[in-house]
Nanobody, 120 residues
Framework: VQLQASGGGLVQAGGSLRLSCAASGRIFSINRMGWYRQAPGKQRELVADITSGGRTSYADSVKGRFTISRDNAKNTVYLQMDSLKPEDTAVYYC???????????????WGQGTQVTVSS
């Protein structure tokens, strides 16, 4: 199983970016997909996640500015980031909790990370 993230970059404060992450390989079902981030010197934190049924949750710091969505047919999760702030600067990682077989156990898989830099 591979998770391929894309869409990071450099943007000015107030700008927008859209991250994408596609899961590929032997996948039976994907439960939850999400985005985490890690800034220098800080722990990795959950930004947003979404269940297979479309239920979403967000970190308080991004509520009202970020929107997570997913395309189940494409095994892809998106993160639309608007009104970006310098404190959103971090490496963003996508995560998928999935089964590779019908009777298998759920496991977490991670993408390679994509850098988001917001200049003031």
């Amino acid at each position: 199983v591979q998770l391929q993230a894309s869409g990071g970059g450099l943007v000015q404060a107030g700008g927008s970016l859209r991250l994408s992450c596609a899961a590929s390989g032997r996948i039976f079902s994907i439960n939850r997909m999400g985005w985490y981030r890690q800034a220098p010197g800080k722990q990795r934190e959950l930004v947003a996640d979404i269940t297979s049924g479309g239920r979403t949750s967000y970190a308080d710091s991004v509520k009202g500015r970020f929107t997570i969505s997913r395309d189940n047919a494409k095994n892809t999760v998106y993160l639309q980031m608007d009104s970006l702030k310098p404190e959103d600067t971090a490496v963003y990682y996508c995560n998928a909790n999935l089964k590779i077989m019908r009777l298998g156990t759920d496991r977490d898989y991670w993408g390679q990370g994509t850098q988001v830099t917001v200049s003031s």
